[in-house]
Nanobody, 130 residues
Framework: QAQLVESGGGLVQAGNSLRLSCAAPGRTFSSSPMGWFRQVPGQERQFVAAISGTGGTKYYEEGVKGRFTISRDNAENTVYLQMNSLKPEDTAVYYC???????????????????????WGQGTQVTVSS
């Protein structure tokens, strides 16, 4: 039912890496601003990383800066989140989001707030053990 589909989550030990993927079956978000958010049960969903439609502009939450990398392959209509040096505090359900609006497609805009996004995936679990 979700417009976006995340994959790549799993259980890893601290210090290891995972790469999450976000695909959009039946839709084209290849030039739309995209983002990654994460949520722990009982807590608010929080921003992780964002990328502009062109892929030319990226922004990260301070806690993941230098460890995580957001990227996209517009030809494959897919967005990625490479997560290196994972920490236990990274444990969460990770969600992919896309922003609608023709005016933002192919541009350098990026967004960091939940309300700014229009489409979401169902999430993929990432668990990092100590």
């Amino acid at each position: 039912q979700a417009q976006l589909v995340e994959s790549g989550g799993g259980l890893v030990q601290a210090g290891n890496s995972l790469r999450l993927s976000c695909a959009a079956p039946g839709r084209t978000f290849s030039s739309s601003p995209m983002g990654w958010f994460r949520q722990v049960p009982g807590q608010e969903r929080q921003f992780v990383a964002a990328i502009s439609g062109t892929g030319g502009t990226k922004y990260y939450e301070e806690g993941v800066k230098g460890r995580f990398t957001i990227s996209r392959d517009n030809a494959e209509n897919t967005v990625y989140l490479q997560m290196n040096s994972l920490k236990p505090e990274d444990t969460a359900v990770y969600y992919c989001a896309a922003k609608a609006g023709q005016e933002y497609k192919g541009g350098y805009y990026y967004f960091t707030e939940i309300y700014e996004y229009d489409y979401w995936g169902q999430g993929t679990q990432v668990t990092v053990s100590s």
